[in-house]
């Protein structure tokens, strides 16, 4: 399976934007990269997911590189509420499972 | 958005009992499921695939007679720890995925934490 590489951890001002970066120079040509996010004693979250193009929804933006080994997830101005680890996955739709890495920790300062 | 729930949402029990943990989707039909277990500050761990009127597939080193999978709807897959020991208490996650209205993205429940004494 194609693996991700992600900080293990990064901070924030909040109001401020945040760049999260991972890492996937294995990535296939059928894989999408998706965003989950975990806050604390709670399930993940989807965030985002994208294939080639740059993508934006309401939670986040994806900045997607133009050979597809990297990405950004981008949020726009922090909040509290985003303090949580965050996942970049590759997922493949031959297999339905997700795995997980070992993800990010987002810290928001006031 | 897609909803999954679970219940019971914690569970407190002794050593040597069976605990069933249910996994429903609420506004969709899920034929597969995904079980997940997650110790403190670790990441998720797939435990097992649930299909709905098959056998359960489990992951290498998941003992499928401790963790019995049921999947008997579209709606609800069940997870049942049999013979429960203090190292089998962890967060169990459940997720779920609409191939027919939300291709690529997994719905996760809220997630069930289990303590065994």
């Known amino acids: 399976d194609a693996k991700t590489t992600q900080p293990n951890s990064m901070e924030s001002n909040e109001e401020e934007p945040v760049h999260l970066p991972c890492n996937h120079s294995?990535?296939?040509?059928?894989?999408?990269i998706h965003w989950y996010r975990q806050l604390p004693s709670q399930g993940p979250e989807y965030v985002i997911h994208?294939?080639?193009s740059n993508v934006n929804n309401r939670m986040a933006s994806l900045a997607i590189a133009e050979d597809r080994k990297s990405s950004t997830l981008i949020l726009h101005r922090a909040t509290l509420r985003d303090a949580a680890v965050y996942y970049c996955?590759?997922?493949?739709?031959?297999?339905?499972?997700?795995?997980f890495g070992s993800g990010t920790q987002l810290t928001v300062l006031p | 958005g897609a909803v999954v729930s679970q219940h019971p949402s914690r569970v407190i029990c002794k050593s040597g009992t069976s605990v069933k943990i249910e996994c429903r989707s609420l506004?969709?039909?899920?034929?597969?499921m995904f079980w997940y277990r997650q110790f403190p500050k670790k990441s998720l761990m797939l435990m097992a695939t649930s299909n709905e009127g098959s056998k359960a597939t489990y992951e290498q080193g998941v003992e499928k007679d401790k963790f019995l999978i049921n999947h008997a709807s579209l709606t609800l897959s069940t997870l049942t720890v049999t013979s429960a020991h203090p190292e089998d208490s962890s967060f169990y996650i459940c997720?779920?995925?609409?191939?027919?209205?939300?291709?690529?993205?997994?719905?996760f429940g809220p997630g069930t934490r289990l303590t065994v004494l």
């Open positions: 294995t990535i296939s040509g059928t894989d999408y």
């Open positions: 506004d969709f039909q899920a034929t597969t």
């Open positions: 996955i590759l997922f493949s739709g031959s297999a339905r499972q997700l795995t």
């Open positions: 997720s779920a995925g609409d191939l027919k209205r939300f291709t690529d993205t997994q719905y």
């Open positions: 994208g294939l080639t």
